[in-house]
């Protein structure tokens, strides 16, 4: 049975890698989300009947344009922009904007097909959708900034709108950006509606928002470590990163009493022993966010050593929370965690690990929280957002991280139910795809061949 299916993969894979040449990041998000369909498709011919997985490997539509704008020379600039339309069977298009050099259709659609599974397991009616451009912010002035988003925008609206596509943040794109880009939506389209998400909340953005994605995949280990009757206070945490969704999940990791010594950034990685706290992470956020430098500041100030050009997977730690990007741990950084004593990943980027990597945590059944789920926070509370736009009323900071919280629980319980093997181990991997894929498979069948 076992070689039937693997056959069966690599023959679905073979047309995947024919029809999407030099795509490497999208191959390897479908494979992953493949092997963990295949037997349940087996077991449930209506959705091989129904071609289900074909049909969700081809976006239902992608948008490449030109993004011209002049930079504070005067000198013409132009970049690519994108948006991948990738499934709406259950909600409009939902997915953030990477505005980063390394961007390409191949990065952007691997990004696409996981928000699909992700945007599912979040319980609300949101579909998959992710786009961006290869524009660089660093380094760039806020006029130049705000010129390529108004340009970016200016061709980006005509494919969105509050039912149909809300972008957000990814990578590259934070308030800042997401400010720029409503302010010429709303020009050029003269209305005022919840189009992006991530708004800054004078004007209909969400509380908890911001945090909303490292608090998620907090929230998430914590789960995790409760069917084994354990909690996250006292663990050592090693977490990469130093944007968004790092700086507020080593908040969370503070304040459920978890010590967090690393955080890290392009150039290298801090390591503080004693530990981040409030006053540090401060710090970080005023780096970080407002002047925009390097994170060996930081080891500077504390007088913590800096390990340039390095990653933190050597670090001894009982739970790694991966927050910077795709690929970040391969099978080395994950042999070295996991013979230090490290047996929880709770992914707050995307793709974070290699498959290789992947297969180290599930041999060694460790508690492997996939992005898809682990981070499915940050897309959940801008479902929230929308939510709050529709009845123009805001909620409560505390009404948000109860929800955000409650939904955190709901996908833990989606990937208990789907994942658990039959000697007991919760495999999330499989959990996250079946759970995800399911919801999306029925509505696409009860909507016919579209
Ligand atoms: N970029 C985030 C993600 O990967 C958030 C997307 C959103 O809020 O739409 O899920």
New binding site residues.
Partial sequence: MADILNVKVSEFMAKVIAKNPGESEFHQAVKEVVESLMPFIEENPKYHYAKVLERMVEPERVMMFRVPWVDDNGEIQINRGYRIQMNSAIGPY???L?FHPTVNLGILKF?AF??VF?NSLTTLP?GGG?GGSDFDPKGKSDNEVMRFCQSFMTELQRFIGSNTD?????IGVGGREIGYLYGQYKRIRNEFTGVL??KAIEWGGSLI?PEA?GYGAVYFADQMLKTRGQDLKGKIAVVSGSGNVSQYAVEKLIQLGAKVVTMSDSLGFVYDPDGFNEEKLAFVLELKNIRRGRIKEYADKYNVKYFEGETPWGIKCDAAFPCATQNEINEDDAKKLLKNGCYLVSEGA?MPSTPEAVEVYIEAKILYGP?KAA??G??A??GLEMTQNSMRLPWSREEVDARLHQIMIDIHETCVKYGTEKDGFINYVKGANIGGFIKIADAMISQGVV
């Fill in positions: 939902k997915g953030g990477r990004l996981e928000q992700k949101m992710k809300v972008p957000a943040g990814d998400t991530g928002r994605t995307n992005g981070n499915a940050g897309v509370t801008s």
